[in-house]
């Protein structure tokens, strides 16, 4: 399975949107072309207390997400979907070595899955245009969505480098293969 066409999807849930997040709906679009395109499916949810219980409505993947019969589920209580959980194991089990990543909250879940599945090897590539996050006191979504991806951009992980590159091209890339 590690060269087909594989896309996680981090935290797309009802729990993690209450908190309004930058352009929702273009974003569930993008996903939804990635999720359609793709040969496998990774959804990760994120569990804890506070509205995130395990089969709680805030726990459940948006309505609007697109679920292929064959995707796979990861449940993680941190923002790295690799701690304590089976995600290695499931990558593993598929024969997946590289994915392409997609979701919420680009500054917590997404960013710290990415760093550390990169740093285990994992060959990955971000949807630039298929994550998202909620504005901080720090900065305004937009900046920072515009940040990490060039933060990915740079990311030095010797010998795997991580790709950053909009859904189009990573759709028209999977049909040319």
């Known amino acids: ?11 797309m849930q009802n729990g993690v949107f209450a908190t309004p997040r930058r352009q929702q709906q273009a974003c569930v679009a993008k996903v939804n072309q990635l999720t359609q395109a793709a040969d496998r499916v990774i959804f990760i949810q994120h569990e804890e207390e506070g509205g995130l219980e395990a089969d709680s409505d805030g726990f459940a993947l948006l309505p609007d997400l697109l679920r292929p019969d064959n995707a796979l589920y990861v449940t ?14 499931v990558l593993a089990a598929h024969e997946i070595t590289g994915f392409v990543m997609c979701g919420c909250a680009t500054d917590y879940c997404v960013d710290t899955t990415l760093k550390v599945g990169a740093s285990k090897g994992y060959r990955i590539t971000v949807a630039e245009d298929a994550h998202t996050t909620a504005n901080r006191p720090a900065a305004e979504a937009e900046t920072l969505i515009a940040h990490y991806n060039d933060v990915w951009r740079t990311l030095t992980v010797p010998g795997n480098p991580v790709s950053v590159k909009l859904v189009e091209t990573i759709v028209k890339q999977w049909q040319a293969n």
């Open 1 to 11: 399975m590690s060269d087909k066409r594989v896309v996680m999807v981090v935290d």
């Open 76 to 89: 993680k209580t941190a923002c790295d979907a690799f701690y304590q959980t089976t995600l290695e194991q």
